[in-house]
């Protein structure tokens, strides 16, 4: 399974985004997916978490900013990202809930003014 992000850029504080991640298979009919972020020298975290009945969870830092959403059919992941703040800078990544895939390269998210 291949897994590409995409979507990432600068962009103000306040502003929004919309990550997608595209996968080859059916791997989100199969698996619950999940966004994650990772800062330099840091430890990969899962973000964003959905279900393949739909359910989604956040991690407190992102909660009611960001929403994740899946088009299986479409084989296509995404993450809507709203009210950015500078906090919100790293790169993203998609993958299973337990990242069972080969990572991505990601796409890079900055926040600044």
């Known amino acids: 399974v291949q897994l590409v992000e995409s979507g990432g850029g600068l962009v103000q504080p306040g502003g929004s985004l919309r990550l997608s991640c595209a996968a080859s298979?059916?791997?989100?009919?199969?698996?619950?997916m999940g966004w994650y972020r990772q800062a330099p020298g840091k430890q990969r975290e899962l973000v964003a978490r959905?279900?393949?009945?739909?359910?989604?969870n956040y991690a407190d830092s992102v909660k009611g900013r960001f929403t994740i959403s899946r088009d299986s059919a479409k084989d296509t992941m995404y993450l809507q990202m709203t009210a950015l703040k500078p906090e919100h800078t790293d790169v993203y990544y998609c993958?299973?809930?337990?990242?069972?895939?080969?990572w991505g390269q990601g796409t890079q998210v900055t926040i600044s003014s």
């Open positions: 959905i279900t393949t009945d739909g359910s989604t």
């Open positions: 298979g059916s791997i989100f009919r199969l698996n619950a």
């Open positions: 993958n299973t809930a337990m990242s069972s895939s080969p």
